[in-house]
C-alpha cells in the first residue's frame, strides 16, 4: 500500500502520525508511507532522522491571527490546494490520512476531490474546527474520546484512541513497580512549561520532608534548563534535568507520578504505560481542549488536574504527598489510567483504513 499522513506542526499532531506509519510498515516493509507538512512544523525538524520522507506545502493558520496574518492565510488556500494535488497526483496514495495540523486541511481535501480515500484522526476530546469541517467530507473518522462522536457523522466515526509509538505499547507488559525511592517525571512538552517550571521550583523547600524518598526527571526545555538544575542543587534534591529527554519511554516505565500539560498525545502515552498523573492544562490551547482532555482523565479516576489559574506550589505540593504517601490511591489511580489506554489504537486505525482502501 501507499499511505500519505498529512499534518503535524506540534508533536501532538505528529506523533500519532508517526505511530499509523510505524504499523503499516511492521505488517509490510513494502508499505510506503510519506507524510505531507510545512517547512515551519516539528516534522521539518523530525521525520528525516526517522527515515520518513515529507513532501512541504506552504500553508498557515488561520485561528486567532491578525488580520493581515488571516488574509495572506486564506490567500495561501488555493496555492496549498495545488501543491497538495501535485504530490497525490505523483505518489497516488491508496488512502490518505489528516492527523491535524495546518497541512491537514489541504492535503485531506485534495484526496477527496481525486475521490481517494480518505480519514482523519482527532486526538482531543473537544474536536478542532478542522477536523470538524473535514468531518463533513472523509470516508472515516478516528476518535480518541467517546464524548468526541457527537461532532461527527455516526456512521463514520470509530473510537480507536490515540495511537502512540510502539516503545509506549511495548511497556504494557511490565507490572507497575512500588519503590522505595519514588520517581516523579516533569515535562511540560518538547519546548517546556514556564508554569510548571517556576512552580515545582517553589514546591522544592516543601518537597525537603519527603527528599530521601523522592527523585525527579524534570525536562524544562532549553529556555529554563540552567535555572531549574541549579534550583534542584541548592535544595539538596537528587533530580535529573534536561531540556529534552530523548527516550521517554524509559522515563514513563520508571517513574511513579507524572506532573504535565493535558496534551492528547501525552495522555495516550500515560494511559497505555499505566501511569498516576497530575495534570495542568494549557490554558491558551484552542477552545481549551487541554481542560477537556484533562476533565475526561479525572472523571475516570486516572488522573488530578490543577488549572493553571489556580496553580501554586502549595496546592501542587499537596497533591504530590497526597498521592506519594498512598500506596492505595497511587496504584489505584495506575489502574484506572491503564483502562483507558488503548495500545491497539495504530492497529485499528490501519486495518480500517486497509478496509477503506480495498471497499474503493
Known amino acids: 500500500m501507499r499511505i500519505i499522513i498529512a499534518g503535524g506542526g506540534t508533536g501532538g499532531h505528529l506523533f ?47 485561528k486567532g491571527r491578525g488580520w493581515k ?9 488555493p496555492n496549498s490546494m495545488w501543491q497538495s494535488r501535485m ?19 489541504p492535503a485531506v481535501i485534495a484526496a477527496w476531490l481525486m475521490n481517494i480515500p480518505t480519514a482523519i484522526a482527532e486526538q482531543n476530546a473537544l474536536a478542532g474546527n478542522t477536523n470538524r469541517i473535514l468531518g463533513k467530507f472523509v470516508d472515516r473518522i478516528f476518535l480518541t474520546y467517546e464524548q468526541s462522536k457527537g461532532r461527527f457523522p455516526a456512521r463514520k466515526v470509530s473510537v480507536t484512541g490515540n495511537p502512540v509509538r510502539a516503545a509506549f505499547a511495548a511497556r504494557l507488559n511490565e507490572a507497575p513497580k512500588m519503590r522505595a525511592i519514588r520517581q516523579i517525571l516533569v515535562f511540560g512538552g518538547s519546548q517546556g512549561a514556564a508554569a510548571i517550571n517556576k512552580t515545582v521550583v517553589a514546591m522544592l523547600p516543601m518537597l525537603q520532608k519527603i527528599k530521601d524518598r523522592v527523585r525527579v526527571v524534570h525536562q524544562t526545555g532549553e529556555r529554563d534548563c540552567e535555572e531549574v538544575r541549579r534550583a534542584y542543587e541548592r535544595a539538596g534534591m537528587e533530580a535529573e534535568v534536561q531540556p529534552f529527554i530523548v527516550d521517554m519511554a524509559s522515563a514513563y516505565a520508571a517513574s511513579d507520578l507524572i506532573i504535565c500539560r493535558a496534551g492528547a498525545t501525552s495522555l495516550a502515552e500515560i494511559t497505555v504505560a499505566g501511569k498516576a498523573s497530575v495534570l495542568i492544562p494549557f490554558p491558551y490551547a484552542a477552545d481549551d481542549h487541554q481542560t477537556e482532555n484533562a476533565r475526561a482523565m479525572v472523571e475516570a479516576g486516572a488522573a488530578a488536574m490543577i488549572r493553571e489559574s489556580e496553580l501554586s506550589a502549595e496546592a501542587l505540593y499537596s497533591l504530590v504527598e497526597s498521592l506519594l504517601e498512598d500506596d492505595k490511591k497511587l496504584r489505584g489511580m495506575e489502574e484506572r489510567s491503564k483502562a483507558l489506554g488503548r495500545p491497539d489504537a495504530a492497529a485499528r486505525i490501519v486495518d480500517a483504513c486497509v478496509r477503506l482502501a480495498a471497499e474503493k
Open 87 to 105: 504530490i497525490l497526483r505523483d505518489f497516488r496514495p491508496d488512502v490518505v490520512i489528516g492527523v491535524g495540523g495546518y497541512a491537514s486541511g
Open 16 to 62: 500519532p502520525g508517526i505511530a499509523v506509519a510505524e504499523e503499516f510498515q511492521k505488517r509490510d516493509p513494502e508499505n510506503r508511507v510519506i507524510f505531507i507538512g510545512t517547512q515551519r512544523g516539528i516534522e521539518y525538524r523530525l521525520l528525516g532522522k526517522l527515515g520518513y520522507e515529507l513532501k512541504l506545502i506552504d500553508v498557515e493558520g488561520l
Open 69 to 77: 496574518a488571516l488574509i495572506k492565510g486564506v490567500y495561501a488556500i
